[in-house]
């Protein structure tokens, strides 16, 4: 089984060498995809890649170089398969991949590289579907877009550019960001900022110090049409944001790694005292 590369498939589903011949007779090579890293090829982007700008070479190497960093051991893992196939040993089956379906990680890698091979529309050399939902993303944040704001950004350009490859809505965009693991915990808050409903207190209905309702409306919960409950709305949400993991990236990615790590790695012959860490 092997990553078809075809433009219907864009790398993200395993087909036999028959059935991907056929496809690419009917579909199509994607031309994107110029660097053959699941195919047996390093995990870089040569200099002849597929954008001819230097911005738009940029802007792509980043998206590549941000998937390696989240997924370095299934980078691995897929260059090492794919050089056993090619050199005719046996595969490892006991070893996590990202083409075996089975890791929750691999599954997400795939999804995310073939949004990363796909193009944003038939010709573009500057964006394909992930590099520009990533910079979309970064809009909204930067200018403090409202979610609602964006999903009418996002309904307009789809009816505009209907042949792009656009996220359906802003919760597709969302799931897109969250496989990237900078996502924050919902923690419910007394109005009044007295106490969280947390850990011990998760499953209470009222604050503990002035008995405040935990909800917006705090009549009993009615029945929807449907016989179900309704879902009430929290009074207050705490968002936060784990420190653990963010600490993790900045030592996961290539470029800041290298600041993360400079007071055990650089060297003070002189003997003076500049920083702490002397």
Known sequence: MVKCPCTRCSLAKSKTREDIEGDLICHGFLSSYTSWIVHGEDMCVTENARVPSDSAHVELDSTFNLLDDIFPDISANMNEEHEEGLSGQPMDTDRPSASSGNSKKGEGFDEMFADYNQELYPGCDKFTKLSFILKLYHIKCMCGISDKGISMVL????????????????????????????????????????????????????????????????????????????????????????????????????????HMRWYGSATNNDGKLRHPRD
């Open 155 to 258: 309904d307009l350009m789809k009816e505009a550019f209907s042949h792009a490859k656009l996220p359906d809505s802003f919760n597709d965009m969302k799931k897109v960001i969250r496989k990237l693991g900078m996502t924050y915990e919902s923690i419910h808050a007394c109005p009044n900022d007295c106490m969280l409903y947390w850990e011990a207190d998760a499953e209470r209905e009222v604050c503990k110090v002035f008995e405040a309702s935990r909800w917006k409306d705090t009549k009993s919960t009615e029945l929807s049409r449907s016989g179900k409950k309704k879902k009430r709305s929290p009074a207050k949400v705490l968002r936060y944001f784990p420190l653990k993991p963010r600490l993790q990236r900045l030592f996961m990615s290539s470029k800041t790694a290298v």
